[in-house]
Nanobody, 117 residues
């Protein structure tokens, strides 16, 4: 079992920045890829960023150049630095971890990000 706990969401003005954190605990050795999805009201869940165990990253086109994901394996934590935030970035952000042997996805509880003036 793996537990994922997110933190760092909140209210920010357009153009502002936030950093989300996702701390993993439990059987973390089984996790290969970690990343972030988001879901806005009335929309499907969207993959925002993913990062492999060796730090290789992939981003959605909508956030490229603005968001950066990093992984600290020593702290079992993955981060999402969000800059130049836009109102359309408003969503609940979910951290996930992929168990390599089973392709099972673990999820965090979600953290709300609201971009508004």
């Amino acid at each position: 079992q793996v537990q994922l706990v997110e933190s760092g969401g909140g209210l920010v003005q357009p153009g502002g920045s936030l950093r989300l954190s996702c701390a993993a605990s439990g059987s973390i050795f089984s996790i290969s890829v970690m990343g972030w999805y988001r879901q806005a009201p009335g929309k499907q869940r969207e993959l925002v960023a993913r990062i492999t165990s060796v730090g290789r990253t992939t981003y959605a086109d909508s956030v490229k150049g603005r968001f950066t994901s990093a992984r600290d394996n020593a702290k079992n934590t993955v981060y999402l630095q969000m800059n130049s935030l836009k109102p359309e970035d408003t969503a609940v952000y979910y951290c996930y971890g992929l168990e390599a042997s089973t392709n099972y996805l673990y999820w965090g509880q979600g953290t709300q990000v609201t971009v508004s003036s």
